[in-house]
Protein backbone atom coordinates (compact mmCIF):
# COMPACT_ATOMS: atom_id res chain seq x y z
CA UNK A 1 0.00 0.00 0.00
CA UNK A 2 1.26 3.48 -0.89
CA UNK A 3 2.29 5.59 1.59
CA UNK A 4 1.77 9.41 2.28
CA UNK A 5 5.32 10.37 1.71
CA UNK A 6 5.37 8.02 -1.64
CA UNK A 7 2.73 10.18 -2.90
CA UNK A 8 3.84 12.84 -5.92
CA UNK A 9 3.10 16.75 -4.36
CA UNK A 10 0.36 16.65 -7.16
CA UNK A 11 -1.12 13.28 -5.99
CA UNK A 12 -1.14 14.31 -2.27
CA UNK A 13 -2.71 18.12 -2.78
CA UNK A 14 -5.39 16.00 -5.01
CA UNK A 15 -6.20 13.73 -1.93
CA UNK A 16 -6.08 16.70 0.55
CA UNK A 17 -8.72 18.43 -1.82
CA UNK A 18 -10.61 15.61 -2.16
CA UNK A 19 -11.08 14.95 1.60
CA UNK A 20 -11.62 18.75 1.79
CA UNK A 21 -14.99 18.66 -0.51
CA UNK A 22 -16.21 16.19 2.25
CA UNK A 23 -15.41 18.30 4.92
CA UNK A 24 -16.85 21.68 2.95
CA UNK A 25 -20.05 19.48 3.41
CA UNK A 26 -19.51 18.97 7.49
CA UNK A 27 -18.44 23.51 7.53
CA UNK A 28 -21.62 23.99 5.78
CA UNK A 29 -23.77 22.59 8.50
CA UNK A 30 -21.89 24.04 11.06
CA UNK A 31 -22.26 27.87 9.42
CA UNK A 32 -25.81 26.90 9.73
CA UNK A 33 -25.86 25.63 13.02
CA UNK A 34 -23.61 27.69 15.07
CA UNK A 35 -25.25 30.55 15.01
CA UNK A 36 -28.75 28.81 15.97
CA UNK A 37 -29.65 28.50 19.35
CA UNK A 38 -32.43 25.38 18.51
CA UNK A 39 -29.84 23.42 16.93
CA UNK A 40 -26.06 22.05 17.62
CA UNK A 41 -23.48 21.04 14.80
CA UNK A 42 -24.14 17.06 16.45
CA UNK A 43 -27.92 17.17 16.69
CA UNK A 44 -30.12 16.25 14.87
CA UNK A 45 -28.09 13.98 13.48
CA UNK A 46 -29.57 13.73 9.81
CA UNK A 47 -29.15 16.93 7.44
CA UNK A 48 -33.02 18.15 6.53
CA UNK A 49 -34.02 21.15 4.15
CA UNK A 50 -34.38 24.29 6.39
CA UNK A 51 -37.49 24.98 4.21
CA UNK A 52 -39.45 21.59 4.31
CA UNK A 53 -37.58 19.82 7.44
CA UNK A 54 -37.59 16.95 5.09
CA UNK A 55 -34.27 14.93 5.94
CA UNK A 56 -31.58 15.28 3.06
CA UNK A 57 -31.13 11.12 1.86
CA UNK A 58 -27.33 10.33 1.82
CA UNK A 59 -27.04 10.71 -1.73
CA UNK A 60 -28.69 13.69 -2.19
CA UNK A 61 -25.46 15.13 0.41
CA UNK A 62 -23.09 14.55 -2.14
CA UNK A 63 -20.43 17.02 -1.72
CA UNK A 64 -20.88 19.52 -5.41
CA UNK A 65 -22.31 16.68 -7.34
CA UNK A 66 -25.66 16.47 -5.28
CA UNK A 67 -26.07 20.30 -5.88
CA UNK A 68 -26.20 20.00 -9.48
CA UNK A 69 -27.40 17.24 -9.65
CA UNK A 70 -30.64 18.67 -7.85
CA UNK A 71 -29.90 22.30 -9.93
CA UNK A 72 -29.63 23.75 -7.08
CA UNK A 73 -33.12 22.76 -5.93
CA UNK A 74 -34.22 20.69 -2.68
CA UNK A 75 -35.85 17.51 -4.20
CA UNK A 76 -38.99 17.04 -1.75
CA UNK A 77 -40.31 21.05 -1.75
CA UNK A 78 -37.89 22.81 -4.84
CA UNK A 79 -36.56 24.99 -2.59
CA UNK A 80 -33.63 27.03 -3.88
CA UNK A 81 -30.27 25.63 -2.08
CA UNK A 82 -28.00 28.62 -2.05
CA UNK A 83 -24.65 29.03 -4.15
CA UNK A 84 -22.97 28.99 -0.67
CA UNK A 85 -23.02 25.32 -0.21
CA UNK A 86 -21.24 24.39 -3.17
CA UNK A 87 -18.60 27.02 -2.57
CA UNK A 88 -17.76 26.67 0.75
CA UNK A 89 -17.27 22.90 -0.62
CA UNK A 90 -15.24 23.58 -3.68
CA UNK A 91 -13.55 26.52 -1.66
CA UNK A 92 -12.47 24.26 1.31
CA UNK A 93 -10.95 22.24 -1.18
CA UNK A 94 -9.08 24.38 -2.79
CA UNK A 95 -7.71 25.58 0.71
CA UNK A 96 -6.54 21.82 2.00
CA UNK A 97 -5.03 21.14 -1.68
CA UNK A 98 -3.21 24.63 -1.70
CA UNK A 99 -1.71 23.67 2.18
CA UNK A 100 -0.71 20.20 1.19
CA UNK A 101 0.99 21.22 -1.95
CA UNK A 102 3.03 23.98 0.48
CA UNK A 103 4.20 21.77 2.79
CA UNK A 104 6.81 18.70 2.61
CA UNK A 105 5.11 14.95 3.10
CA UNK A 106 7.35 14.81 6.54
CA UNK A 107 5.62 18.15 7.95
CA UNK A 108 2.47 16.29 8.50
CA UNK A 109 1.54 17.40 12.30
CA UNK A 110 1.73 20.90 10.37
CA UNK A 111 -0.44 20.07 7.33
CA UNK A 112 -2.85 18.66 10.20
CA UNK A 113 -2.71 22.10 12.19
CA UNK A 114 -3.04 24.30 8.88
CA UNK A 115 -6.13 22.21 7.97
CA UNK A 116 -8.00 22.68 10.92
CA UNK A 117 -7.11 26.44 10.97
CA UNK A 118 -8.54 26.74 7.37
CA UNK A 119 -11.71 25.07 7.73
CA UNK A 120 -12.50 27.09 11.06
CA UNK A 121 -11.33 30.21 8.98
CA UNK A 122 -14.13 28.92 6.42
CA UNK A 123 -16.75 28.77 9.31
CA UNK A 124 -15.95 32.06 10.97
CA UNK A 125 -15.64 34.10 7.21
CA UNK A 126 -19.43 32.92 6.32
CA UNK A 127 -21.07 32.92 9.85
CA UNK A 128 -19.88 36.43 10.09
CA UNK A 129 -21.10 37.46 6.76
CA UNK A 130 -24.39 35.88 7.55
CA UNK A 131 -25.07 37.14 11.10
CA UNK A 132 -22.20 39.96 11.93
CA UNK A 133 -20.59 37.35 14.77
CA UNK A 134 -17.81 34.94 14.88
CA UNK A 135 -18.59 31.98 16.71
CA UNK A 136 -17.24 30.98 19.95
CA UNK A 137 -15.93 27.48 18.90
CA UNK A 138 -13.74 29.39 16.58
CA UNK A 139 -12.35 32.43 18.21
CA UNK A 140 -11.67 31.13 21.54
CA UNK A 141 -10.92 27.32 20.05
CA UNK A 142 -7.92 28.93 18.64
CA UNK A 143 -6.98 30.61 21.85
CA UNK A 144 -7.37 27.02 23.52
CA UNK A 145 -5.26 25.21 20.56
CA UNK A 146 -2.29 27.95 20.12
CA UNK A 147 -0.40 27.28 22.96
CA UNK A 148 -1.19 23.43 23.13
CA UNK A 149 0.09 23.20 19.37
CA UNK A 150 3.43 25.51 20.57
CA UNK A 151 4.01 22.60 22.62
CA UNK A 152 2.94 20.18 21.30
CA UNK A 153 4.55 21.09 17.57
CA UNK A 154 7.19 24.07 18.19
CA UNK A 155 8.51 24.17 14.65
CA UNK A 156 4.92 25.93 13.95
CA UNK A 157 7.08 28.67 15.45
CA UNK A 158 10.35 28.03 12.98
CA UNK A 159 10.37 31.42 11.15
CA UNK A 160 8.90 33.92 14.28
CA UNK A 161 11.98 35.93 14.98
CA UNK A 162 11.29 35.60 18.84
CA UNK A 163 11.33 31.67 19.40
CA UNK A 164 14.59 31.87 16.74
CA UNK A 165 16.48 34.14 19.50
CA UNK A 166 15.42 31.98 22.25
CA UNK A 167 16.56 29.40 20.85
CA UNK A 168 19.93 30.59 20.26
CA UNK A 169 20.75 29.15 16.80
CA UNK A 170 19.40 25.36 18.10
CA UNK A 171 16.05 23.72 16.33
CA UNK A 172 12.81 25.55 18.13
CA UNK A 173 11.95 24.15 21.43
CA UNK A 174 8.58 24.16 23.26
CA UNK A 175 9.39 27.12 25.49
CA UNK A 176 10.48 29.67 23.14
CA UNK A 177 7.62 28.78 20.72
CA UNK A 178 5.39 29.14 23.75
CA UNK A 179 6.62 32.40 24.15
CA UNK A 180 6.20 33.14 21.06
CA UNK A 181 2.99 32.40 20.94
CA UNK A 182 1.62 34.56 24.32
CA UNK A 183 3.61 37.36 22.23
CA UNK A 184 1.32 36.81 19.33
CA UNK A 185 -1.80 36.17 21.10
CA UNK A 186 -0.98 39.67 23.01
CA UNK A 187 0.03 41.26 19.80
CA UNK A 188 -3.46 39.98 18.20
CA UNK A 189 -5.64 40.70 20.81
CA UNK A 190 -4.48 43.97 22.35
CA UNK A 191 -4.03 45.84 18.91
CA UNK A 192 -7.45 45.42 17.90
CA UNK A 193 -8.82 45.34 21.02
CA UNK A 194 -6.83 49.18 21.59
CA UNK A 195 -8.36 50.16 18.24
CA UNK A 196 -11.71 49.02 19.09
CA UNK A 197 -11.25 51.37 22.31
CA UNK A 198 -10.41 54.10 20.81
CA UNK A 199 -12.73 54.17 17.70
CA UNK A 200 -15.25 53.84 20.42
CA UNK A 201 -14.24 56.91 22.10
CA UNK A 202 -13.83 59.00 18.95
CA UNK A 203 -16.68 57.96 17.11
CA UNK A 204 -19.75 56.81 20.16
CA UNK A 205 -20.21 53.47 18.83
CA UNK A 206 -18.62 50.12 18.64
CA UNK A 207 -15.92 50.10 16.34
CA UNK A 208 -14.10 46.35 16.09
CA UNK A 209 -16.51 43.58 17.75
CA UNK A 210 -14.76 41.41 20.23
CA UNK A 211 -15.25 38.46 18.13
CA UNK A 212 -12.61 39.99 15.57
CA UNK A 213 -10.16 40.53 18.90
CA UNK A 214 -10.93 36.83 20.02
CA UNK A 215 -10.18 35.77 16.03
CA UNK A 216 -6.80 37.40 16.04
CA UNK A 217 -6.12 36.79 19.50
CA UNK A 218 -6.11 33.61 18.50
CA UNK A 219 -4.57 33.19 15.28
CA UNK A 220 -1.73 35.56 16.79
CA UNK A 221 -0.89 32.37 18.94
CA UNK A 222 -0.50 30.71 15.61
CA UNK A 223 1.50 33.28 13.82
CA UNK A 224 3.63 35.29 15.82
CA UNK A 225 3.80 38.81 16.48
CA UNK A 226 5.45 39.45 12.66
CA UNK A 227 2.85 37.34 11.47
CA UNK A 228 -0.01 38.64 13.38
CA UNK A 229 0.43 42.27 12.29
CA UNK A 230 0.80 41.34 9.10
CA UNK A 231 -2.53 39.35 8.78
CA UNK A 232 -3.78 42.22 9.86
CA UNK A 233 -2.16 44.43 7.51
CA UNK A 234 -3.69 41.93 4.97
CA UNK A 235 -7.08 42.19 6.11
CA UNK A 236 -6.87 46.12 6.44
CA UNK A 237 -5.84 46.43 2.96
CA UNK A 238 -8.45 44.22 1.78
CA UNK A 239 -11.36 45.51 3.84
CA UNK A 240 -10.40 48.99 2.89
CA UNK A 241 -10.89 47.83 -1.03
CA UNK A 242 -13.89 46.56 -0.47
CA UNK A 243 -15.65 49.00 2.04
CA UNK A 244 -15.34 51.66 -0.76
CA UNK A 245 -16.28 50.16 -3.63
CA UNK A 246 -19.60 48.95 -1.36
CA UNK A 247 -20.04 52.58 -0.73
CA UNK A 248 -19.73 53.24 -4.37
CA UNK A 249 -22.25 50.27 -4.72
CA UNK A 250 -24.66 51.99 -2.51
CA UNK A 251 -24.29 55.07 -4.10
CA UNK A 252 -25.02 54.08 -7.74
CA UNK A 253 -28.27 52.91 -6.31
CA UNK A 254 -29.24 55.57 -4.18
CA UNK A 255 -28.82 57.73 -7.66
CA UNK A 256 -30.19 55.36 -9.54
CA UNK A 257 -33.43 55.26 -6.99
CA UNK A 258 -33.53 59.37 -7.48
CA UNK A 259 -33.31 59.34 -11.43
CA UNK A 260 -36.14 56.77 -11.19
CA UNK A 261 -38.62 58.80 -8.89
CA UNK A 262 -37.31 61.97 -10.00
CA UNK A 263 -36.55 63.09 -6.59
CA UNK A 264 -35.40 66.54 -5.63
CA UNK A 265 -32.34 64.80 -3.49
CA UNK A 266 -28.58 66.82 -3.98
CA UNK A 267 -25.28 64.05 -4.53
CA UNK A 268 -24.25 64.90 -1.29
CA UNK A 269 -27.67 63.44 0.76
CA UNK A 270 -27.12 60.31 -1.25
CA UNK A 271 -23.30 60.13 -0.89
CA UNK A 272 -23.77 60.56 3.20
CA UNK A 273 -26.51 57.54 2.94
CA UNK A 274 -24.01 55.47 1.19
CA UNK A 275 -21.32 56.06 3.41
CA UNK A 276 -23.57 55.46 6.21
CA UNK A 277 -25.20 52.09 4.84
CA UNK A 278 -21.84 51.03 3.06
CA UNK A 279 -19.62 51.46 5.86
CA UNK A 280 -21.37 48.11 7.82
CA UNK A 281 -19.23 45.35 6.69
CA UNK A 282 -18.07 42.69 8.59
CA UNK A 283 -14.27 42.67 9.28
CA UNK A 284 -13.98 38.50 10.17
CA UNK A 285 -13.58 37.57 6.82
CA UNK A 286 -11.00 39.86 5.57
CA UNK A 287 -8.83 39.01 9.16
CA UNK A 288 -9.58 34.89 7.48
CA UNK A 289 -8.23 36.29 4.62
CA UNK A 290 -4.91 37.71 6.05
CA UNK A 291 -4.55 34.81 8.55
CA UNK A 292 -4.77 32.30 6.03
CA UNK A 293 -2.42 33.96 3.86
CA UNK A 294 0.25 34.19 6.48
CA UNK A 295 -0.41 30.82 7.89
CA UNK A 296 0.23 28.86 4.60
CA UNK A 297 2.24 31.44 2.50
CA UNK A 298 4.43 33.39 5.34
CA UNK A 299 7.74 33.44 3.68
CA UNK A 300 6.10 34.46 0.42
CA UNK A 301 4.39 37.51 2.44
CA UNK A 302 7.32 38.53 4.34
CA UNK A 303 9.12 38.51 1.04
CA UNK A 304 6.69 40.46 -0.89
CA UNK A 305 6.48 43.09 2.21
Known amino acids: ?25 FLNVAIYRLPREDVTVSNPKRSACPNCKRQIRWYENVPVVSWLALRGRCAGCRWKIPWRYPLVELLTAGLWAFAAARLAPEQWGLLGVHLLVLAGLVVATFVDFDCFE ?6 IGGIVLAPLVALLLP ?21 PALVATLAGMATGGGILWGIGWLGERLYGREAMGFGDVKLLCGAGGLLGPGGTLAALLVASLVASVVGVANIVRVLFVARSRVRRRRA ?11 RIIGRYLPFGPYLALGIGIVLVAWNDVRAWF
Request: aromatic share 12%.
Open 1 to 25: MIGWYELSDTLRATVAGIFGLFVGS
Open 134 to 139: IPDEVS
Open 155 to 175: EIHADTWIARELSHGAPIGRW
Open 264 to 274: NRSFGRSFQTA
